[in-house]
């Protein structure tokens, strides 16, 4: 009788020692697999993000490189109202000034517009040379800021602009010349900025697809653009 207990007993640890075995080989195999995909799935998740980054900054740089160049658009249509010497007192009151005023009130809407999304993608980018493009174009609407108020354009403490509709739309044409028609006005000063930054941007967008490969991005005004590699640029690619 003894002997069979303790042959029992003996076949009961032994299915117990095999089972232990069994459940030990499985949790390696099972934490191979495990490690396995994490690791995949890390791979996979450091690759969409570098895909997402290398997107990211192709759209901030098209941006910047668009609405420089809008500014500079904006710009050359307001100049058209340039008072010049010139212009004798009667051609001054023969004018149709009411339509000149309209019109030059729709064009520095739109420079306020693409003033604000410059400066903002400058801001998204980031680093030494988007940061100091910034402060220059600060620099420039704080120096005009009382001139700027006069037809009802202030400046928050962000650094972007805002209108009161009121004061614009009621400020003379004398006035709006002063601030966005003039050779060495306050928009004369922020349009020759935007060519620096506009050439900049082109750069960085050819140094990013070297990086990254050729780019074929749909632009906001609906067209396809395509950038190529070149030589390399100052112009740094965090900025």
């Known amino acids: 009788m003894i002997m069979r207990i303790n042959s029992s007993r003996s076949s009961l640890a032994r299915a117990r020692m095999i089972r232990s075995a069994s459940r030990k080989a499985k949790a390696k195999a099972l934490g191979k697999k495990t490690s396995s995909s994490t690791r995949t799935n890390i791979t996979n998740r450091i690759s969409n993000s570098t895909?997402?980054?290398a997107s990211r900054q192709l759209s901030l740089y098209e941006d910047v490189e668009k609405y420089a160049k809008a500014l500079q658009t904006d710009v050359k249509n307001l100049a058209k109202y340039k008072e010049t010497d010139s212009t004798s007192d009667e051609d001054k009151t023969t004018q149709d000034t009411a339509t000149q005023q309209k019109e030059m009130v729709s064009y520095i809407k739109e420079f306020v517009t693409d003033y604000n999304e410059l400066y903002s993608s400058l801001g998204d980018i980031g680093g030494t040379t988007n940061?100091?493009?910034q402060k220059q174009l600060k620099t420039f609407t704080t120096a005009s800021l009382a001139d700027?108020?006069?037809v009802?354009?202030?400046?928050?403490?962000?650094?972007?602009l805002s209108i009161d509709t009121r004061?614009?739309?009621?400020a003379g044409v004398d006035k709006l010349q002063k601030v966005f028609a003039q050779s060495d006005s306050y928009a004369s000063k922020v349009s020759e900025k935007c060519e620096n930054i506009e050439s900049c941007a082109k750069t960085t967008l050819k140094v990013l697809d070297r990086m990254y490969g050729t780019q074929n991005t749909y632009s906001k005004y609906g067209t396809n653009s395509y950038y190529y590699g070149s030589s390399g640029s100052w112009y740094n690619t965090r900025g």
């Open 51 to 53: 895909a997402t980054t």
């Open 131 to 133: 940061t100091m493009f």
């Open 148 to 150: 700027l108020k006069t």
């Open 152 to 160: 009802g354009i202030t400046m928050d403490t962000k650094g972007k």
């Open 167 to 170: 004061t614009l739309e009621a």
